[in-house]
């Protein structure tokens, strides 16, 4: 499995946990921002736990 794409929805709240589980992929400002340019293969797993974790279910992968 691969994730080809991350989009965040505007139900994101900016909890700030999806770069608390990882930074390199996931910036939170006014809302959660993806760094496109990160690895998201590297970080698979992380960006799956911050996916899972989300308490709005904002984070969408594109598997
Ligand atoms: S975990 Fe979800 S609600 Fe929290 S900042 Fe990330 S995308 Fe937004």
Redesign the pocket.
């Known amino acids: 499995m691969e994730i080809t794409e991350i989009k965040?929805s505007d139900?994101?709240?900016?909890?700030?946990?999806?770069?608390s589980v990882c930074p390199e992929v996931?910036k939170?400002n006014e809302?959660?921002e993806v760094n496109t340019k990160a690895d998201f293969k590297k970080h698979y797993n992380e960006i799956r736990t911050?996916a899972r974790?989300?308490?709005?279910e904002?984070?969408i992968l594109k598997l």
Do not use: M, R, T
């Open positions: 965040i139900d994101c709240i900016a909890c700030g946990n999806c770069e996931f939170v809302k959660s911050a974790e989300c308490p709005v904002a984070i």
